[in-house]
């Protein structure tokens, strides 16, 4: 079975340009997370969708940032006039029906994550 | 908030055993740990849940002293597929219902033949 996909692996932009971001969950699965993760860190949490709807967005570090996931399955992650300070990878992950007590405790799978690279 | 993880890397023989700490200043209700070669996606080892359940890993043990607001991961007779970076992830009771895992700093493990 497919697991998380991310498109594009990389991505390289120039600074003050927009971009979108795509992750395609697990089918079936209803919670989606997207993070960040800076080189030696740990994965930084950005946005988690049930189904449709964000439900918690706290992460999102700016109104620059912006996450859709309109049929719920397949969500992009948008972040207009990009600055340096952006460049990360952009990992998301996907599960089942939620990774805390309220979603059961189910493991969240990760994809490949995305380079965001801002020259 | 992010929880703190000790050590911050170790180096064994393949054989050696490691422990790994988490440790939160914040209450939490589950640990999560999750192991990441690099390059790679984070991959889930186990979750620990506030009254000593736990879910996971065969071959990994862990703790969770809800007191202290940590957690420890063991990894016994450690064998070369076992480098990596781990990291906790932890819920904390405050964001209870909001499904969110804060990450912690991480620790390197290398296992060396």
């Known amino acids: 079975g497919a697991g998380v996909s991310q498109t594009p692996s990389n991505k390289v932009t120039e600074k003050g340009k927009y971009v979108e971001l795509r992750c395609d969950p697990i089918?079936?699965?209803?919670?989606l997370y997207w993070y960040r993760q800076s080189l030696g860190q740990g994965p930084e949490f950005l946005i988690y969708?049930?189904?449709?709807?964000?439900?918690?967005d706290s992460g999102l570090p700016n109104d620059r940032f912006f996450a859709v996931r309109p049929e719920g399955s397949v969500s992009t992650l948008k972040i207009q006039r990009t600055e340096r300070g952006d460049s990360a990878v952009y990992l998301c992950?996907?599960?089942?029906?939620?990774?805390?007590?309220?979603?059961?405790?189910?493991?969240?799978?990760f994809g490949p994550g995305t380079r965001l690279t801002v020259l | 908030q992010q929880p703190v993880q000790s050590p911050q890397a170790v180096i064994l023989r393949e054989g050696e055993d490691a422990v790994i700490n988490c440790s939160s200043s914040?209450?939490?209700?589950?640990v999560h740990w999750y192991r990441q070669k690099h390059g790679e996606a984070p991959v889930f080892l186990m979750i620990l849940l506030k009254g000593g359940e736990q879910k996971g890993h065969d071959k990994i043990s862990a703790s969770f002293n809800e007191k202290k607001q940590q957690s420890s991961l063991y990894l016994t007779a450690s064998q070369l597929s076992y480098s990596g970076t781990y990291f906790c992830g932890t819920e904390l009771i405050s964001n209870f219902g909001n499904e969110k895992l804060t990450f912690g700093t991480g620790t390197r493990l290398t296992i060396i033949p």
């Open positions: 992950a996907s599960s089942l029906t939620g990774t805390g007590m309220g979603g059961g405790y189910n493991e969240q799978f």
């Open positions: 089918s079936g699965h209803t919670a």
């Open positions: 969708f049930q189904g449709t709807g964000a439900a918690d």
């Open positions: 914040k209450a939490l209700y589950s």
